[in-house]
């Protein structure tokens, strides 16, 4: 294997001072492993606009709640760089909890209005850890430019704010979303899913669709979007919606009409997996 591995903040900030230095333009694609399509298209994304291209995998322990899936969250290392190798991915990061916090370690990051709604709500603390750990990243790797899926769509929201508001100056690239051919959103926690549970995932597409057609036929005003949403995901029996809402895709302040470009958002239980995906409505320029 080609790839170079580290797996120390300090050895990487040493690296990346280094690529900076002579001149070298750096992309960073975070990760928490168990590579699929999903992350593979944002290595695809960002290869061609750096010279080094830095991938890291970190399952971030800080931004999982009680009860969740940390132990379980899966991990394969190996397979995860021979994909990264092949997606011409220069340095992988590969950190252990204990060099990303070492004993002592304090310091947490809040934006308290982006990650109050949606994920946010329901897990609290959820987005100082990601936010926490992606100021780690980036104060380590230094990228000029870092891409991140818009499955997660809030957290790309935070993270946009996070560079602004903490003066990075980092250009904060979203990738769309990779299916299933049933529609079904591509996830590390898809591997969870029962063989019922899978069958029945698709209808958060498919509902998310359907209110974009309805959306496409004139209604704009929240109530009729979101119950055209609502009636195919809750046709599914096994599926339990945590969250169907419609908010401004910059803001994610609450929306009750469409008038701007607006995030139609969805979480989901599948038993005890739990799944999200969004789109986004544009208004229509007016008509001449
Ligand atoms: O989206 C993820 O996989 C994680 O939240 C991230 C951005 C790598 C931070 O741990």
């Not at 900030?13 to 002579?22: E, I, P, S, V, Y």
């Not at 009860?67 to 092949?86: T, V």
């Not at 935070?158 to 979303?177: A, C, K, M, W, Y």
């Not at 009636?231 to 469409?258: C, F, G, K, M, W």
């Amino acid at each position: 294997m080609n790839i170079e591995i580290i797996r120390t903040p300090s050895e990487l900030r040493a690296r990346a001072f280094a690529l900076r230095a002579g001149g070298e333009r750096i992309g960073l694609v975070p990760t928490m492993g168990a590579l699929h399509e999903g992350h593979l298209s944002l290595l695809r994304i960002a290869r061609p606009l750096c010279d080094m291209l830095i991938m890291s995998i970190f399952v971030n322990p800080t931004q999982f709640g009680v009860g969740e899936d940390l132990e379980s969250y899966p991990r394969n290392e190996e397979s995860d760089l021979a994909q990264a190798e092949k997606c011409g991915v220069d340095i992988a990061f590969c950190p252990s909890p204990e060099a990303m916090y070492p004993s002592g370690y304090q310091t947490a990051l809040t934006l308290p209005t982006l990650a109050a709604p949606l994920c946010g709500a329901k897990r609290p603390g959820h987005f100082d850890g990601v936010a926490t750990v992606v100021s780690k990243l980036w104060n380590a790797a230094l990228p000029h430019v870092a891409v991140f899926g818009e499955k997660d769509f809030q957290q790309l929201a935070i993270l946009r704010q996070l560079s602004l508001d903490l003066d990075f100056g980092i250009e904060v690239l979203g990738g769309p979303i990779i299916r299933e051919e049933d529609g079904l959103a591509l996830s590390s926690r898809n591997v969870y899913l029962s063989q019922e549970e899978r069958a029945q995932a698709p209808r958060l597409r498919q509902g998310l669709l359907a209110a974009e057609q309805r959306y496409s036929e004139g209604a704009t005003d929240a109530v009729a979007l979101l119950s055209a949403a609502r009636a195919i995901i809750d046709a599914a029996p096994l599926a339990r919606i945590e969250y169907l809402q419609l908010r401004n895709a910059t803001s994610l302040a609450e929306v009750q009409e469409v008038t701007a470009p607006t995030l139609l958002a969805v979480a989901a239980r599948f038993g005890g997996t739990r799944l999200i995906d969004n789109l986004v409505l544009h208004p229509c320029p007016p008509q001449a």
